[in-house]
């Protein structure tokens, strides 16, 4: 080695730890080592990631996404239960379900844009149709649902206004289709509720994709109780019965799915639903499902009560749809809840005597 009159000015090299290959770094076991005490021959490894960085990357996205996830599940739940009433004869419970999901699904249609950046970008979308693609079919059903629910929608607001909106020959025309746009709105409003939740499953996201076999399910559930819950707030007792039964068969389905979904899913891939600020959310969902279903069940008959029960459903559901979204991003940045659950699944595989395929014999 050459030295020179500039070695002084050179700054100290960091302690060389070693060279780290691949995933795996070898961790320094203490205690003896002059061979008198029983010792590991293949010491402990520690997991990495290449240069600590993610496997999965997380999706960039925000607030805007989460209040659509839960405004979705609003709106495809209202929608459902304004049908019902339609063919039921319950024409102020059908009003305000119907105006209460054309304003979820204006707003969280919003929101979808401004998460997407450019308005165009989301017609972009209806140029084509991909039927193996949650997001292209999301973009056609969020479009459909929005005809329907707004034609309909716009006669009850003209009823609400004395017929006072300038429609001129076009309000008989309006009356007359008003009834099969409920309809369409009814038909696209199941799968506006759950298709969030195949578009967050089918994806490498490790905790979402997990979910995959019961996320819809849970969604469905989260929908139902929150649109039994805004019919509670915004319609009178009296023709609130069928909200109410859709509250508590919502809150029901809810709390017993997330569990059973739970159960189902890898150890690992399952505790970012527990931990941090997801975990606090879905604790919190749990809470105001079963006050909120409580009060639908014993307190209906009283305005207030009935009210404070719709409350805690809409916040019920907003925590659910809140807290698996923030769950999925954060098993994406920890690397081992990627590689874990595949060792896992791989030994499951192995054990069941699957050791003939690429997956198994593969290294």
Known sequence: ????????????????????????????????????????????????????????????????????????????????????????????????????????????????????????????????????????????????????????AMADVDRLTGSRLPLGPMRRALAKVEPVAGGVAAVFAAPLAVYTAVLLSDTANPTWNAAHRDLPVVFASSASLAAGGLAMVTTPTRETGPARALAVMGVVGDLAATRYMESRMDPVAAEPLHQGRPGRLLRWSERLAAAGGLGALLLGGNRALAAASGVALLGASACTRFGILEAGIESAKDPRYTVVPQRNRLAKRRAAGITDDSITTAG
């Open 1 to 152: 080695m050459t030295v020179s009159d500039f070695d002084q000015f050179r700054p100290p090299e960091p302690e060389r730890r070693g060279r780290r290959f691949g995933k795996l770094r070898r961790k320094r076991r203490p205690g003896r080592t002059d061979g008198s005490a029983e010792m590991l021959m293949v010491p402990d490894v520690e997991f990495t990631s290449y240069y600590g960085r993610a496997i999965v990357k997380p999706p960039p996205w925000g607030p805007e996404i989460a209040a659509y996830l839960f405004l979705g599940g609003v709106a495809g739940g209202s929608g459902l239960l304004a049908y019902g009433a339609q063919l039921t004869g319950r024409k102020l419970l059908c009003r305000n379900a119907r105006l209460g999901a054309m304003v979820a699904v204006s707003v969280g249609g919003a929101a979808l844009v401004k998460d997407l950046g450019r308005p165009d970008r989301f017609y972009n979308m209806l140029r084509t149709i991909k039927l193996t693609s949650p997001m292209s079919l999301g973009s056609w059903i969020l479009t459909a649902y929005s005809g329907g629910m707004g034609v309909a």
